[in-house]
């Protein structure tokens, strides 16, 4: 139990009344990432010592707000953007805050959303996502956000004939297809070792589903795409979701990479430049990626994955949940019992 903050400056004070529990919690709360080979990168190493208060994609209305604030005042219902970066370097000044090499994310570095009361920094975090369902618009903060990072770093490549990979159905994959497929893109090809989720993605607009711990996943694959499988996102991100859609990519294609689950590489060098292969890491997305998603789920061309609205009591049975892989799409709090005993 801590004090509510009081805010000074442009800070604001929210009440939360969602945070969605993302995938990337459940490494938060293990302490460490997975580097492969036995090596493991931890939390404490980076100057994250526990007890972190977690949850990064909040949902709340505005408490109070510091002397400076005016752009948003008491009673008002906004998404907070978490990605906050130092504010003073290159990446920060062009407003790529999640570049910046001293991040303050809301849920790591800050504390996060899994509480009654959030602090944020500055009132230009704050985004109106009204018109859009309160779970829903929470899960935006940043699942929604990576994916719409993800998505704009292959769409310039696409040509009208090429096939669109994604690795991993749960929300993240999920949310990903059906933002494609509200950008306008068909042919999506969904990948996963459940066939539940792939059922889950074809419902979210997926074209064609291949199951990839089939043994010939990769002739699958390539049959799937004709031949112009033309990128690839990994929301899994372990060396067998690499190689799948490495080697069925057409020349010139992209794979990005989202996922954290961890291992490591080791790959012939020769064929990425014969190919003209591009390999591009993406990590959560700005604060313009989240105007931008909020814009496209306000139009209605973005059908929401499966949410399940959980009591904050459970959390733990959730992570344990999401780190078992027995969750379908995505888990958002409801602090609504929490704050009527406030
Ligand atoms: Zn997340
Ligand atoms: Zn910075």
Redesign the pocket.
């Known amino acids: 139990m801590r004090e509510t903050p009081e805010p000074k400056g442009s800070e604001v004070v929210m009440r939360i009344t969602h945070c969605g529990v ?1 995938h ?2 459940v490494h938060l709360w293990h302490g460490f990432f997975d580097l492969g080979a036995g090596r493991k990168a931890y939390l404490k190493d980076r100057g994250l010592a526990p007890p972190l208060t977690l949850g ?2 909040p949902l709340g209305v505005v408490e109070a707000v510091g002397p400076d604030v005016k752009d948003v005042r008491a009673g008002d219902k906004r998404v907070v953007y978490p990605w906050i970066g130092c504010g003073t370097c290159w990446a920060c000044d062009e407003g790529l805050s999640t570049l910046c090499a001293a991040p303050r994310n809301i849920g790591i570095a800050l504390p996060g959303a899994f509480a009654t009361h959030l602090l944020v920094p500055d009132s230009r975090y704050l985004v109106d996502a009204s018109g859009i369902d309160d779970a829903f618009a929470a899960t935006l903060a ?2 929604g956000t ?1 994916c719409y990072s993800a998505i704009a770093k292959i769409s310039p490549q696409l040509r009208a004939a090429d096939w669109v990979a994604v690795l991993g159905c749960g929300g993240l994959g999920l949310l990903a297809i059906a933002m494609l497929k509200g950008m306008g893109y068909d042919k999506i090809v969904a990948c996963d070792v459940e066939d539940g989720k792939l059922e889950a993605a074809r419902a979210q607009g997926a074209a064609r589903v291949v199951r990839s711990d089939r043994p010939d996943a990769q002739q699958a694959l390539a049959e799937a795409t004709a031949g112009r499988l033309a990128a690839a996102i990994d929301f899994v991100g372990m060396p067998s979701t690499f190689d799948l859609p490495y080697a069925v990519l057409r020349k010139g294609g992209t794979y990005v990479l989202v996922g954290l689950h961890g291992g490591e590489l080791a790959l012939p060098l020769p064929p990425i430049a014969q190919r003209s292969i591009a390999i591009i890491g993406s990590f959560v997305g700005t604060l313009a990626d989240l105007h931008g998603v909020v814009e496209l789920a306000r139009s209605g061309k973005l059908q929401a994955p499966p949410i399940a609205m959980k009591p904050p009591g459970e959390l733990g049975d959730i992570l344990r949940a999401l780190d078992e892989r027995r969750a379908m799409g995505r888990t958002v709090l409801d602090f609504s019992s929490v704050q009527a005993r406030i």
């Open positions: 993302c990337s919690d990064h994609e940043c699942s990576t």
